[in-house]
């Protein structure tokens, strides 16, 4: 008999996705500060996960998603990410504010209103963070993308996503001008951890390398000069 899959369920094997493709596995803190809950209970929840065959053990590095769990954390970023467009593009909802009011749309939506709006939407292949949006089929394209912080100086990019969808820092983003489709150049790279200052439209940004990290961007063929 299939199990039956809660939002709890739900909210797990996205974040493990999440954290997956960012670590290659998901380790216990980092599924506590992702969902805000007690070590206990993601402890808990990760052996239930487990024993229902959503996720495996990794020795050593956390757990990962089996096919199957993969297959339900693919479904409910399609809506999570379709929720985003329809609150963006519809509602006209600043596009830092609808990662959490699409976390609680995400649960409640069905395959036909789902695909309703996707066809209202015409089919888009991003979140307006510039994440990929999962296919119905289950499949998911990633276009080549790097962080900002493996750029040289003076090298040119576009941006391609965000990949952590925080509110404050994508408000923090915002407030600089910086978001998918937006070109950057680096300007300068401090050493031993210090800032990396980047020029969009002739105006210079320091950012830390943390936020850099998370700036997924594709290169530019040519550099310009000093």
Known sequence: ?????????????????????????????DLVKMLNVAPG???????RL??????????????????KGNTIALQVL??????????????????????????RLEHGMTEEILNAIEKTLNHPKTCPHGNPIPTQQGTIV??????????DVHERSAIVKIANENQELLHYLCTM????????????KAPFGG???????????????????????????TKRSK
Do not use: F
């Open 142 to 151: 990633e276009e080549d993308s790097e962080p900002l912080t493996q750029l």
């Open 78 to 103: 399609r809506r999570h990410r379709l929720s985003e467009r329809l609150l963006t593009d519809i509602l006209h909802i600043d596009w830092d504010k609808v990662h959490e009011a699409a976390c």
């Open 50 to 67: 487990e024993r229902e065959g959503y996720i495996t053990h990794v020795p050593y590095k956390g757990v990962k998603l089996t096919e």
């Open 177 to 188: 001008g910086i978001s998918p489709g937006v070109s950057v150049e680096i300007a300068e």
């Open 195 to 221: 800032p990396i200052t980047i020029k969009i439209n002739e105006v210079a940004r320091a950012l830390s390398p943390e936020v850099a990290s998370v700036i997924k961007v594709k290169k530019k063929k």
């Open 1 to 29: 008999m299939e199990q039956n899959v809660t939002s709890v369920i739900e909210e797990y094997l996205e974040a493990i996705h999440r954290l997956q493709e960012k670590n290659k596995a998901a380790r216990t803190n």
């Open 41 to 47: 209970t993601v402890t808990n929840t990760v052996e």
